[in-house]
């Protein structure tokens, strides 16, 4: 089903949660039950999921609905870092639970460096984040989608392929995303079939997530997922998705990276805990970046306010 060696990657620099001595690690830092099971979890299906039964993380799902509801009018989708705005989809993002799991389960520190809040499906098609937002070493980044209430299956929920984390990062090149194209038609046209007819050929079980409100699903960074059909027009599916990077990594955008992959296209991501930014490191120092990207991401601070879809 899938290949045990990773080719494309240097087990040295792995995330513990992808290494064969995730084991030994766990040992190591004297992990917990819930760190265990998180981490077992994560490695084996590519996600996990997180049950928050305590009174303050309840209280604080519901604000962040009211705070954000008032986004979702004249064709709004999508709302992108309402973190800026909504206290509660900062506190939500910034979850101390979710930060001790991904700190034991990676290995290095974790940030949140954007928000996605959503009030219906998304429908999105079959994709893995490692395409869209991706780190050097390797699969340093991660998803965490909080069910803001009970997901039913005609909402269009969260859909995945169990497993398919394991398999070689698919990059622009491989799947045929010309440079100067990197626009939606060349994306759904070259990627998505590329990314489906991997995981296929890999017999990854599709699956769908029927979360119930008060649980987050983490994915690794390779996790093939996207959206399932709306079946019922009026149906809501309420959800906050949070991007993480890790510590002491470079930080690009493949998509938008060179047509032979030798350069990568730095981000200078957001942090959402102090409002301020992540500086990319190589083997813990400080990389030049474009000054043209320092001043997007200072304007984009100054700016502080959400993006609608």
Known sequence: MFDAERTDLDQARLPWVESPRLEEHLTTIQADGELRRFAADLARDGL?????????????????????????????????????????????????????????????EPFAFQTLNFQRGSQQSLHSDAFHFHSEPQRFMCGVWFALE????????????????????????EAGVKPQRRGGGDYAKAYVPALTKRVDEAEAPAEIALLKK??????AANLAHGGAPIMDPEATRRSLVTHFFFENCLY???????????????RLPSDVATG??????????????R????????LRRLLNKPLKF
Not at 276 to 289: L, S, Y
Not at 291 to 298: D, E, K, R, S, Y
């Open 48 to 108: 996990a999921v997180i049950d928050f039964d305590d009174a303050k993380t309840a209280q604080l799902i519901d604000a962040a609905v009211l705070e954000t509801d008032v986004y979702f009018k004249d064709g709004v989708t999508r709302v992108q870092d309402a973190w800026r705005e909504s206290p509660a989809v900062r506190a939500l993002a910034i979850h101390p639970k979710v930060m001790r799991l991904l700190q034991g389960a990676y290995g290095r």
């Open 150 to 173: 009970d997901i039913h299956v005609e909402a269009g929920p969260l859909t995945y392929r169990r497993g398919s984390h394991r398999l070689p990062v698919l990059t622009p090149q």
């Open 214 to 219: 008060g649980q987050a699903l983490v994915w």
């Open 252 to 266: 690009h955008t493949p998509m938008a990276g060179s047509a032979d992959g030798g350069r990568l296209r730095l």
């Open 276 to 289: 301020g930014w992540v500086w990319p490191r190589r083997n813990g120092r400080r990389v030049a970046i």
């Open 291 to 298: 000054p043209q990207l320092f001043a997007i991401t200072l």
